[in-house]
């Protein structure tokens, strides 16, 4: 079974920064792509974030444009998630995801970490 274990959230005061991690239980070269989601009560997950296997970057958000960047480090086997000048609407529980290479395709979640934004 593959884990995709999730770190670094945690109570950010507003313009602040924090650093979110994925590590998954086998190796990041594994995976076609790797994304960040995130979510808030009574709402959808939504894509923040993805990274793919040439190391593409996507950001379909545009409120998150400019100040989260995703990135992987390969000899760390982690795929991170860096949030700069983060504001309130950015609280939510945030998801790793990674779409394992197959036929078909597996798809894997981590169990979520929250990220807090509050003075």
């Known amino acids: 079974q593959v884990h995709m274990v999730e770190s670094g959230g945690g109570l950010v005061q507003p313009g602040g920064s924090l650093r979110l991690s994925c590590v998954p239980s086998?190796?990041?070269?594994?995976?076609?792509?790797i994304r960040w989601y995130r979510q808030t009560p009574g709402k959808e997950r939504d894509l923040v974030a993805q990274i793919n296997t040439g190391g593409a970057r996507h950001y379909p958000e545009d409120s998150v444009r400019g100040r989260f960047t995703i990135s992987r480090d390969i000899g760390r086997n982690a795929v991170d998630l860096q949030m700069n000048r983060v504001n309130p609407e950015d609280t939510a529980v945030y998801y790793c995801y990674g779409e394992q290479w197959g036929e078909p395709p597996t798809d894997h979640w981590g169990q979520g970490t929250q990220v807090t934004v509050s003075s």
């Open positions: 086998i190796t990041i070269l594994s995976f076609n792509v």
